[in-house]
């Protein structure tokens, strides 16, 4: 009993045949996308509009603002995958807040590598494992890979975020929702109809 908490969540998972890039499907595809957006961490709550906008040289912006306007933060994501910070109110600017969004956006942005992808089953699902520096993303699908049932980036042992993308229309997710797992830090963004 005691060394159910040194068990890998991932260790029923077995190699499957397939295409690892089958996932690419769920890649969410912004131009102009405006979301209702709550954010909570720790104590402390955050509402307002979150922007995604295709700029002319190919990167994506993310704005967050509330609704009157206040910045929040303004990330860049370009299209090589490099990540530059426009914007992050001074009260939040820290390394570590800063990294774990731009990590939870790489994870709705779906831009993965799929050089080192490897295709993994379950009863259920179908995991497309990419590894990262300190353990994986898993991109969980239906058995058929036509529907994403969510994406988990993980240490060894477990799932440390979680996001759910549903409802798409015309490749945009209408609802996304990120939540840690080690500690109270949730998004929730809920698409406005422009």
């Known amino acids: 009993m005691a060394l159910s908490g040194c068990v ?3 260790r029923s998972l ?3 045949a397939g295409d690892p890039a089958c996932v690419a499907r769920f890649k969410p595809r912004f131009t102009q996308a405006l979301y209702s ?3 909570d ?3 402390h709550h955050l509402s307002g509009l979150l922007f995604f906008k295709q700029m002319p040289d190919s990167s994506l912006r993310i704005v967050f603002t509330n609704e009157v306007g206040f910045k929040f933060f303004d990330f860049a994501f370009a299209q090589d995958g490099n990540f530059t910070k426009h914007y992050m109110m001074p009260k939040m600017d820290k390394a ?3 990294n774990a969004l731009r990590k ?3 994870l709705v942005l779906l831009n993965p590598d799929y050089r080192q992808a490897q295709l993994l089953r379950d009863s259920n699902y179908q995991y497309v494992k990419m590894p990262t520096e300190k353990g994986a993303n898993y991109y969980i699908t239906d058995p058929h890979c036509t529907r994403l049932e969510r994406i988990e980036k993980s240490s ?7 996001v759910w993308m549903s409802h798409y229309q015309d490749g945009v997710p209408d609802s996304i929702c990120i939540q840690h797992q080690n ?3 949730n998004i929730s963004l809920q698409r406005v109809q422009q």
């Open 41 to 43: 961490v720790l104590k």
């Open 96 to 98: 570590i807040i800063v």
């Open 183 to 185: 500690f109270k830090f």
């Open 156 to 162: 060894d042992r477990k799932a440390v975020v979680k």
């Open 8 to 10: 890998s969540a991932y």
């Open 14 to 16: 077995r190699p499957a």
């Open 104 to 106: 939870d956006f790489e």
């Open 37 to 39: 957006t709550q954010v």
